[in-house]
């Protein structure tokens, strides 16, 4: 590859909104995804996902409703709303305890698709029309969609970045963030929010299907190596914009679908970090993990005895 | 801590829990329970495994909610309004690990939150360092939990209470399956906090290593006070901390299983079936 191409695949306005898209997703969704991999939530993404379809839909028929040009105007903001919404009510559901965490992101998948292609239909459309929502078409972003997705990424790293220690807090040990008089489902909440909107943010770059890879398998691959849960965050966020605009750029001179080749690379990445791990990590040190306790068995030796 | 602190709190009691009751999974777990612990006191929260104990202190501190019943800690209501910074509580074990790495540094800051406060504190680092050098982690702060042991893992739990400096400090059964330096570090810690004028509620198997700690027990059973009042003293020449077991006692009976139940068995197996 020579200088020139790329120069000429950085000059071309199309490219630099798909990178700067793909550079904004792979920064922010491992962020929000060290926190969940923490909170063993790591499919709320998928969840969350699958429920912005519907939402994705909504948009699309008050468009239609509303006779607006093109009729996704509003796609975004209706995956915003719907997302927002979805995650609140998971997080409800899980506190209350009434169904098991993963009965309720099953719920979730479920009705978030059937949703979304029952809505999409009323409002005049196809199956069609969602596929770019769920497969991601990060060279059809406009400069309206970048506009949403800087914002919406700045609020992400701002509140998660900023109560990363609360976050961490009640991701590592819910009970004793509430025995600490933390607003404890108000931080679940603020997280499910922060992963509600994230998942919006990086639909356009890997569509909803696959959305829940980039904030979750790179986490998988910083935490192999990272020895604290600051190192991985930031370990993660920089493996995810690697990954984003290398899959990008991969798919400027080959004609492979971006999103797909994205999570595929980031796989690829994991399997590699994971096969090299016993050769590149310190060995821990050993240590009895016995502990010494006062009722312990004493042997006597036989000579000592009368 | 300083003689005014305990003024301002001296006449009210670090808790004062009435008609404490819970009810988790549908199940009454605690049954109108009244615990009143003055400040100063180390009080022992004994009973069988299942009495209510790990609850009724869960309960008093807002981790599971109240069905009926009122609690004040440090003389006010249970809520966001308490005084959390005064508060620290260590539970019986780290919970399990999710795969994500913490540093003991990252865990024992986190004890920094409470109430209202989200970010910790500026000098964060100094306070946390000196919490970990008090329960002889000096030298493990960049160290993942998830690597240590047990006991280390423990002594990362007590300094995330102490880093708050707490006025009342509870502590879940801290000693079972505890190696004897670790159990040591929880009975000095627990002896100067008392000596700065700590309350400490204890949730214990048995008295132990913290007998001579223990000013009052509180005794539960199936989700009841049945004893409240000085601690069960064992009877002499038995099963006091320094007693050992040395007389010639005969050997407990082996477990209902395995070959040593052949000779018993055996006529028994003999036997044809009714």
Redesign the interface.
């Known amino acids: 590859m020579s200088w020139d191409a790329v120069v000429e695949m950085l000059s071309s306005p199309l490219m630099q909104r798909a990178l700067l898209a793909a550079i904004l997703v792979g920064a922010t969704a491992p962020i929000v995804g060290?926190f969940l991999?923490?909170?063993?939530m790591a499919l709320m993404g998928d969840g969350i996902g699958h429920v912005a379809l519907t939402g994705v839909a909504l948009g699309w028929l008050i468009g239609t409703w509303a006779d607006l040009v093109p009729q996704d105007t509003l796609a975004i903001p209706g995956a915003v709303v719907a997302a927002v919404v979805g995650s609140i009510v998971i997080e409800l559901v899980r506190e209350r305890?009434r169904t098991s965490g993963d009965l309720a992101l099953a719920l979730m998948f479920y009705g978030g698709i059937a949703g979304g292609v029952l809505l999409i239909k009323v409002a005049g459309g196809t199956n069609a029309s969602l596929v770019s929502y769920l497969f991601g078409s990060i060279s059809t972003v406009s400069t309206t969609d970048l506009w949403w997705m800087v914002a919406l990424a700045a609020l992400v790293l701002v509140v998660g970045i900023?109560?990363r220690?609360?976050l961490?807090?009640v991701s590592?040990?819910e009970?004793?963030?509430?025995?600490?008089?933390?607003?404890t489902r108000w931080?679940a909440i603020t997280l499910a929010t922060l992963a509600a909107l994230t998942v919006t943010v990086a639909m356009r770059v890997v569509g909803l299907l696959l959305v829940s890879a980039i904030m979750i398998v790179p986490?998988a691959i910083a935490?192999l190596y990272?020895?604290?849960?600051?190192r991985?965050m930031v370990a993660a966020s920089v493996t995810g914009v690697s990954v984003s605009v290398v899959g990008l750029v991969l798919t400027y001179w080959n004609d492979i679908p971006p999103g797909a080749t994205i999570v595929v690379l980031a796989i690829a990445v994991y399997a590699v970090a994971a096969g090299l791990r016993p050769a590149l990590r310190r060995p821990?040190?050993a240590?009895?993990?016995h502990?010494?306790?006062?009722d312990d068995v004493v042997l006597a030796r036989e000579d000592t005895r009368d | 801590m300083s003689a005014d602190r305990t003024d301002a709190t001296g006449p009210t009691n670090a808790v004062e829990a009435h008609g404490v009751e819970v009810t988790l999974g549908g199940s009454r777990i605690l049954l109108g329970v009244d615990v009143v612990v003055p400040a100063g006191e180390v009080v022992a929260l004994l009973g069988t495994n299942g009495s209510g104990k790990s609850t009724l202190v869960r309960a008093l501190l807002g981790a599971v909610p109240l069905s009926a019943g009122t609690v004040h800690l440090l003389g006010e209501p249970l809520g966001p309004r308490a005084p959390w910074s005064r508060i620290g509580y260590v539970p019986q074990r780290m919970p399990a690990s999710s795969g994500v790495s913490a540093t003991a540094v990252e865990v024992v800051a986190s004890g920094l939150l409470h109430g209202r406060a989200l970010r910790p504190p500026r000098g964060w680092r100094t306070r946390v360092r000196a919490a970990l050098d008090a329960v002889g982690m000096a030298g493990h702060e960049r160290r993942p939990v998830q690597e240590m042991s047990g006991g280390q893992q423990q002594r990362v739990l007590i300094a995330r209470a102490l880093v708050r400096e707490p006025e009342l400090l509870v502590l879940d059964e801290p000693t079972s399956g505890i190696d004897v330096p670790t159990q040591a570090t929880f009975v000095d810690t627990v002896a100067r906090l008392h000596g700065q004028g700590a309350t400490v509620v204890v949730i214990l198997h048995e008295l132990g290593p913290f007998e001579p700690l223990i000013q009052r027990a509180v005794v539960l059973r199936h989700g009841r006070v049945v004893h409240d009042g000085l601690p069960p003293r064992p009877r002499l020449d038995h099963a006091g901390a320094t007693h050992h077991h040395e007389h010639a006692h005969h050997d407990p009976d082996p477990p209902p299983t395995g070959p040593a139940l052949g000779p018993t068995l055996g006529p028994t197996l003999g036997m044809e079936a009714p």
């Open positions: 060290t991999v923490q909170r063993r305890g900023g109560l220690v609360a961490f807090t590592h040990d009970e004793f963030a509430r025995a600490s008089g933390l607003p931080l986490v935490q990272a020895r604290s849960f600051g991985t821990v040190p240590h009895d993990p502990p010494d306790l006062p």
